[in-house]
């Protein structure tokens, strides 16, 4: 007997599928949670949606059932050039995931490691400041989201193949296109996954647009590897901080375990992964801080006592910081870059809270929606770091109110980067300029552009 949490019929789904121009999957799933309460079902085609929006519902999904709902459901945009069969975000829980995962654990997210190649990011922090600051000079709007992207991709590729991917205007705006193609395509819902005979028709033309994209950056990828490869062919050569190094050695000891397919299809995970979640989050927390002129002035306040005014924010100074801290947090819970997480499913029947997700389900954990839910959080729709002030409340998955990073063994890899990533940048960017917005008519929801004003240090 399977019994199902209550949902919105096939007719309410259909009719309310044109508003999903307007809205994005999150809202309108929080508009259903509304009515039909924390956990629901919705049923189309060929999968039947669980959809959680309660911190103890789920609970039950990251943590009590984590075992049984660790495999994923996997969109037709990622199941091209035989992705699905080497992505760590999209495979099931498999071996090679749990190789996978280890790898990224114990080697390349390690504090060891990530102190190794601290330098390389201390230098592209000098190079996003030394950016901003030509704009202050020439009194030049910045596109915030479009600065950090630039700055959060060579972080990681330097702290990957110890080199720059974005030197120039063109080529940030030709990655960017390539990783937000690549990200709208994937969470883009898709009729071919709810209807896979519309498979041979590509009705919404997405597996085109993904195996376009996808096949730009895995050759890109794939030339760096070939090349690092020829360059540890000769006798002097002298191994570096980076992962790419720290993968081919695994392999050179375990083909098995490591080979350069895992290599590329890994890399290019990491890199979409890594770079819409952190900048989006930036972009978000400066329109924030420029709406709310008060918490700006605190931040400042707490970075002038503890690291001086003007100067740049070390990956060792973030533990002082408590402020600022705050700020990232409060800013993933309003804004969280992953809505609903990534999707889950039932490798066997669980029952939850007295009802059955069968087999073969997919679940949602709708982290915007609980971000914003009054009985959770007061005021909920107000920029309030204070609220995490003297709180435990962290995000490394056991406060279920605030996943914006997951939880249990799918939790995402890249946090201590991403950590490391955020608070630097958007320290440095508080202490280093003061931010007047370009068009105060603008929307706080709109991309952000700001002028900044260079602050002198004493
Ligand atoms: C603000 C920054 C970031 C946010 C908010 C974020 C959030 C997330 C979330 C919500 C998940 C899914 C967790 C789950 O299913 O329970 C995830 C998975 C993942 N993230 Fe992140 N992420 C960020 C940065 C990064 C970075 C910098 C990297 C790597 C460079 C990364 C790599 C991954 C990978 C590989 C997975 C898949 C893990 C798996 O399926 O086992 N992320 N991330």
């Not at 999903?20 to 049923?43: E, N, R």
């Not at 085109?208 to 890109?220: F, N, P, V």
């Not at 990828?221 to 690092?228: L, P, Q």
């Not at 989050?281 to 924030?288: V, W």
């Amino acid at each position: 007997h399977i019994n199902l949490p209550p949902g919105p019929s096939l007719l309410t789904l259909i009719r309310n599928a044109s508003e999903l121009g307007k809205l994005k999957p999150q809202h309108l799933l929080a508009k259903y949670s509304k009515i039909y309460g924390p956990i629901m079902h919705l049923k189309l085609g060929q999968i039947t949606t669980f959809v959680i929006s309660s911190p103890e519902i789920a609970q039950q999904v990251l943590q009590t059932h984590d075992l049984f709902l660790s495999d994923r459901t996997i969109p037709q945009a990622v199941a091209v050039l035989d992705h699905q069969h080497f992505s760590l975000p999209f495979m099931p829980a498999c071996d090679l995931w749990r190789d996978l995962k280890k790898i990224c654990k114990n080697h390349l997210f390690s504090s060891k490691t990530l102190d190794a190649s601290y330098q390389l990011r201390c230098n592209k922090l000098q190079d996003f400041l030394c950016d901003i600051d030509r704009s202050s000079k020439r009194g030049e709007a910045v596109d915030i989201g479009r600065a950090a992207f630039k700055t959060t991709l060579n972080f990681l590729s330097n702290t990957f193949f110890s080199m720059d991917f974005a030197n120039s205007a063109g080529e940030t705006d030709e990655y960017k296109d390539i990783i937000e193609n690549l990200v709208r395509v994937i969470g883009t819902p898709n009729l071919v996954d709810f209807f896979p005979a519309l498979r041979m028709f590509d009705p919404q033309g997405i597996k085109g647009i993904s195996t376009t994209y996808l096949e730009k950056l895995l050759q890109i990828i794939d030339s760096y590897t070939t090349n690092r490869l020829k360059l540890r062919e000769s006798e002097n050569y002298i191994l570096k901080d980076d992962m790419l190094d720290m993968l081919l050695n695994i392999s050179q000891d375990n083909g098995q375990k490591m080979d350069n397919i895992k290599i590329k299809h890994l890399f290019l995970d990491l890199f979409v992964a890594g770079t819409d979640t952190t900048s989006y989050t930036i972009e978000r927390a400066m329109a924030e801080l420029i709406h709310n002129p008060h918490v700006m002035t605190k931040a400042k306040e707490e970075l002038e006592q503890v690291i001086g005014i003007g100067n740049t924010i070390d990956e060792s100074d973030i533990t002082k910081l408590p402020y600022l801290q705050a700020i990232v947090k409060e800013t993933l819970r309003l804004h969280p870059s992953a809505p609903l997480l990534l999707p889950r499913k039932a490798r066997i029947d669980v029952k939850i809270c007295g009802y059955t997700i069968p087999q073969g389900s997919q679940i949602l954990v709708n982290e915007w929606a609980m971000g914003r839910n009054p009985s959770i959080w007061d005021n909920p729709n107000m920029f309030f770091p204070e609220r995490f002030l003297g709180s435990e409340i962290n995000f490394k998955g056991q406060y279920f109110q605030f996943t914006p990073f997951g939880g249990g063994r799918r939790m995402c890899p890249g946090m201590p980067l991403a950590i490391r990533m955020l608070h630097t940048m958007l320290g440095s960017l508080i202490n280093s300029f003061d931010w007047k917005k370009e068009n105060i008519d603008r929307d706080i929801d709109q991309p952000l552009r700001a002028i900044p004003i260079r602050v002198n240090k004493l």
